[in-house]
């Protein structure tokens, strides 16, 4: 899975399957989170955020899931399908309004 | 509908010139953010803005500059462009001031120096 400053993993689904992207954050001080999806030659996408008082949240599709004591962030992409297809990445706030990045992971979802 | 845009898309200069990358946002938000987005890296931070004539500098800054005169624009300026700084370059902004806010990006800037 994903790391924030690794350098990118990939995965391949088969459409209709479930999709579980990792990212894995450093800072236990962190307690704000969101996921973007990117496609090529386009910006970040908001997909779905999460606040450390929750460990799951749900959206249309997707959930992500929060382990504090591990320091682990999940996103889960339910009957994936082709337009899904891109490069997913985690963001962690630490303070005010500035995030650190992971570098993604990138979803090839197979017809 | 409201929206963050860039210009030019595409941009190729030769080292030592100066270079503007333009970003306009019509949702009135407060924040405004400059990345560079590079292989290897996730987004780092070159300069923000917390609002008018408010301007710091991020993780990257150096080489770079920002002014913000209005709530809509934050230019991003490159004073004399240097080779390390092709890449591909994202502006984003935000609503709340001290508030933890989802950053809503730009389509990108692609700059290629020679």
């Known amino acids: 899975g994903e790391s924030v400053g690794l350098h990118l993993p990939t995965l391949s689904v088969q459409e209709g399957d479930n999709s579980i992207i990792n990212c894995a954050y450093s800072n236990s001080a962190s307690d704000y989170f969101i996921w973007y999806k990117q496609e090529s030659g386009k910006g970040p996408q908001f997909i779905i955020d999460i606040r450390s008082n929750m460990d799951k949240r749900q959206g249309q599709r997707v959930t992500v899931l929060l382990n504090k004591t591990v320091k682990h962030l999940s996103l889960q992409i339910a009957a994936t399908q082709p337009g899904d297809s891109a490069v997913y990445f985690c963001?962690?706030?630490?303070?005010?309004?500035?995030?650190?990045f992971g570098t993604g992971t990138s979803l090839t979802v197979i017809p | 509908d409201a929206e963050i845009t860039q210009s030019p898309r595409h941009k190729i200069t030769e080292t030592g010139r100066q270079v503007t990358l333009a970003c306009h946002q019509t949702?009135?938000?407060?924040?405004m953010f400059w990345y560079r987005q590079d292989l290897g890296h996730g987004l780092r931070l070159i300069h923000y803005?917390?609002?008018?004539?408010?301007?710091n500098k991020g993780e990257v800054s150096d080489g770079y500059s920002v002014s913000r005169s209005n709530t809509e624009d934050l230019p991003l300026t490159l004073e004399s462009a240097a080779s390390s700084q092709t890449s591909v370059y994202f502006c984003?902004?935000?609503?709340?001031?001290?508030?933890?806010?989802?950053?809503?990006f730009g389509p990108g800037t692609r700059l290629t120096v020679l």
């Open positions: 963001a962690e706030n630490i303070e005010g309004n500035q995030f650190y």
């Open positions: 949702w009135n938000h407060n924040n």
């Open positions: 984003a902004s935000s609503e709340l001031l001290a508030g933890k806010d989802t950053q809503y």
């Open positions: 803005s917390y609002g008018v004539h408010d301007t």
